[in-house]
């Protein structure tokens, strides 16, 4: 379905959708400020992650870090401490590195218009249109996965989600609805609408403010919306790791930028063939990233002599860390199970 021209009717959709929201919205402690910068970071964690399942750590990072500058001048290994427990770690990377492109482009002041918005690392359409609506009035629709289920089901519209112009595609239809000065309320609205009622499985369809309006659940063809033509098969990856121990003590190292789970730390890749025979065992771990499927396998090897322990570690740039020490550090996650199951039994 194409449409241009905003109307009355589509116009009442937004207004009804307001209404409920006014009532029903979600008491969410970032709806109480009008702070960009905190719009922002909560924009980052909640896009991968349950409002309930995040608030704790968007708490614990705030509390850290509660502006621009405190988090621009805190190492990356902070940030990403701080960020433990939410996984895409290169999302933590990104904001930091945006805090200082605020700190240098911007003069430490979290930029208004939307094109700045979106200059700063890791910021895409949607963020930049949520914070640019929700904090500076901008007339902009913040479309995200809510959007496109919730539209594509009022309007039955079967435009595949999974094309390249499907964000302005969606984007036109929620400006027929958005009211003129409440843009930052509607995509709020849609926000819990979309998370709420409209979810993708099993949707509260009869007590959905929108029912009347919606042409798919008219037509009782709800579940065939949004369409998603266009599937991503993910990669196989195998990673291999040796756990290198001596006494309570392990080998660590950081990992660089070039691959995932950038700046994490992790074990050794390698072990010298003359250190083989004091292997003990081997752990497979499956994991499963948004586009790759992980099978990570981990060789566990027991040095006994310090002396041969300290030369690997200087040979190989390792670090030396006990599991207190280490639970300073970011691990991926199949890696922090680990240490969890070989120090915690």
Request: charged content about 25%.
């Amino acid at each position: 379905m194409k449409t241009n021209k905003q109307n009355p009717d589509f116009l009442c959709i937004g207004v009804k959708l307001l209404k409920w929201f006014s009532v029903h919205g979600r008491d969410l402690p970032f709806r109480k400020t009008d702070d960009p910068y905190k719009i922002w970071i909560c924009e980052i964690i909640f896009q991968q992650t349950r409002i309930q399942q995040g608030l704790n750590h968007y708490h614990r990072f705030i509390n850290r870090f509660p502006d621009v500058q405190t988090l621009a001048e805190a190492s990356s290994d902070e940030v990403l401490l701080h960020w433990k427990g939410l996984g895409y770690y290169s999302r933590a990377l990104n904001i930091h590195k945006a805090s200082h492109q605020i700190m240098e482009n911007f003069g430490g002041v979290f930029p208004q218009e939307y094109d700045d918005i979106l200059s700063l690392k890791g910021v895409g359409k949607y963020t930049a249109a949520a914070v640019h609506s929700i904090c500076f009035g901008g007339h902009l629709p913040a479309v995200d996965g809510n959007f496109y289920r919730v539209l594509s089901r009022i309007f039955a519209d079967d435009y595949d989600i999974s094309t390249t112009g499907a964000f302005s595609h969606f984007s036109s239809l929620a400006l027929l609805m958005m009211p003129l000065g409440k843009a930052g309320e509607f995509n709020q609205a849609m926000m819990d609408l979309g998370s709420e009622i409209c979810r993708p499985r099993n949707p509260y369809c009869e007590i959905c403010p929108l029912n009347a309006d919606c042409t798919a659940f008219q037509l009782k063809k709800v579940h065939e919306f949004p369409k998603k033509l266009k599937k991503i098969k993910p990669t196989e990856l195998q990673l291999q790791y040796a756990f290198v121990q001596h006494g309570d003590h392990f080998l660590i190292r950081r990992r660089n930028e070039s691959s995932i789970w950038k700046k994490l730390y992790e074990f050794p890749t390698e072990i010298d063939e003359k250190y083989k025979t004091y292997e003990l065992d081997s752990t497979e771990i499956k994991h499963k990233l948004t586009h790759r499927n992980l099978t990570v396998i981990i060789r566990h090897f027991i040095i006994k002599s310090q002396e041969e322990f300290e030369n690997l570690a200087e040979e190989g740039g390792f670090h030396i860390v006990d599991y207190e020490q280490s639970a300073a550090k970011s691990f991926p996650k199949p890696l922090e199970n680990y240490l969890k199951i070989r120090f915690e039994k």
